[in-house]
């Protein structure tokens, strides 16, 4: 199981209601459970990780066989020009790859100055081979694209910015 994957997958079980997960494939063993917010997965090593305040990854190195640690990295969200008070915040409801448009050569759903209303597509975000459509959910005007083309984006992180009317 390769890195990204198990990387993946932690996502994926810290954004649902699933305390803890156990998968065996090919005799490595991927476990992970939730502890106060923070998931820990173990791979090729029997003893739990240590808790912690911050969510961290733990995996075998398989030339050594030495555990290692690396805390997840928490997404920024950039900041808008305008004030963002009176600003309604299109996220990202899953872990993907974000894409303004259908397909490579089309164009984008929407740029700034488009009008959206509730239902509207914006984006793609890409989740494992899956296309999902994102739609607005207010009525307004898109002032900012705050992510670019192809580019990763986490849960919750802010893809657009709407002026509500």
Known sequence: MKIQEIRELIKLVDQSEIDEFVFESDGSKVKMKKNKGAVYSVAPVTQEAPKAEAPQVKTADKLEGKPTVQEAP???????????????????????????????????????????????????????????????????????????????VEYGQPLFSVKPQ
């Open 74 to 152: 928490v997404p920024e969200a950039p900041k808008s020009n305008e004030s963002d008070d009176h600003l309604h915040m299109i996220t990202s409801p899953m872990v993907g790859t974000f894409y303004q448009s259908p397909t490579p050569d089309a164009e984008a759903y929407v740029k700034p100055g488009s009008k959206v209303s509730s239902g509207t597509v914006v984006c793609i975000v890409e989740a494992m081979k899956l296309f999902n459509e994102i739609e607005a959910e207010v009525e307004g005007e898109i002032v900012e694209v705050l992510v670019k083309d192809g580019q990763l």
